[in-house]
C-alpha cells in the first residue's frame, strides 16, 4: 500500500504559487518526506527534502505539519516548465540490511498543469 | 560528472530471448533500484540493493533478475521477456542515509 497520498491532478496559472499536497498519516519518526518531479519524457528528478523543519531551495519550499502527517511542496511562482507529475514519498534513514527501508513506493504523483 | 546510466536507452526485442539492461552510477552509492513506469500505473519498483551482493526485490519483480556484485552497476536481466514487460524503466541511485535518488533517463523496452 502506498506511504503518502496526493490528488491525482491540479492546475495552476503561470506566475502564480501553487501548493501541491501530500498526506502521510503513517510517517514514522525516521522518515523523511522526499518530493521529486518528473517532466515529460524525462526521468524523474529530485527537487527537496525534509524531516522536520520547513526547507527552501532554489527549486522550490517544503512545509512539513507539526504532527508530520502532511507536507506541502512550495512552487513560489509557477512557470511552464515547472508543468510534471510530483511525486511524494518517505524515505527511511535508518539502514538495516534485511528491512524494508529500500521499498521506496512512488505511487502515481500530482500532475501538475500550468496554464499561461 | 555525477549520473546514473542506463544503457539502452531504446530497445525492441522478441518473446523469450534473454536481455540485460544495464546500469551504472559514478557517485559510490551504497543503493540502487530498478523501476517500471506504465500509462496510469505511476512508478513502480522492481529490485533494489541496499550494497554489494545485497539485493531485496520490490513490488513487481516477476520476470526480472538483478546482480550487484561491484557498487557501481546494477544490471537489470530479463531472462524470458514477454509482452507484459514492455514498459519505461528507471535506474536509480542514493548514498545510504535518506538521502535524494539520482535517477537514469531511461530505457524503453519494447517485448513482441
Known amino acids: 500500500d502506498a506511504k503518502t497520498t496526493q490528488p491525482n491532478s491540479m492546475e495552476s496559472n503561470e506566475e502564480e504559487p501553487v501548493h501541491l499536497p501530500c498526506n502521510h498519516s503513517t510517517i514514522s519518526g525516521t522518515d523523511y518526506i522526499h518530493w521529486y518531479r518528473q517532466l515529460p519524457s524525462q526521468g524523474p528528478e529530485y527537487v527537496i527534502h525534509?524531516?522536520?523543519s520547513n526547507v527552501n531551495n532554489r527549486m522550490a519550499s517544503l512545509a512539513i505539519a507539526e504532527d508530520r502527517k502532511s507536507s506541502t511542496l512550495i512552487l513560489h511562482r509557477a512557470t511552464l516548465r515547472d508543468a510534471a507529475v510530483y511525486y511524494c514519498i518517505l524515505r527511511d534513514v535508518v539502514w538495516n540490511y534485511g528491512g524494508s527501508q529500500g521499498n521506496l513506493i512512488f505511487g502515481k504523483g500530482t500532475k501538475l498543469s500550468v496554464k499561461p | 560528472e555525477a549520473q546514473v546510466t542506463q544503457n539502452p536507452r531504446y530497445l525492441i526485442t522478441v518473446t523469450g530471448k534473454k536481455l540485460t539492461v544495464t546500469c551504472s552510477q559514478n557517485m559510490n552509492h551504497e543503493y540502487m533500484s530498478w523501476y517500471r513506469q506504465d500509462p496510469g500505473l505511476g512508478l513502480r519498483q522492481i529490485y533494489y540493493?541496499?550494497?554489494?551482493?545485497?539485493?531485496d526485490k520490490g513490488d513487481v519483480p516477476e520476470g526480472y533478475k538483478v546482480s550487484r556484485k561491484e557498487k557501481r552497476n546494477f544490471p537489470l536481466i530479463l531472462e524470458s521477456p514477454s509482452p507484459n514487460q514492455t514498459s519505461l524503466y528507471f535506474c536509480?541511485?542514493?548514498?545510504?542515509?535518506?538521502?535524494?535518488?539520482?535517477f537514469g533517463n531511461g530505457t524503453r523496452l519494447t517485448v513482441t
Open positions: 540493493s541496499m550494497n554489494v551482493e545485497v539485493t
Open positions: 536509480a541511485s542514493s548514498s545510504w542515509t535518506g538521502s535524494p535518488l539520482h
Open positions: 525534509g524531516l522536520t
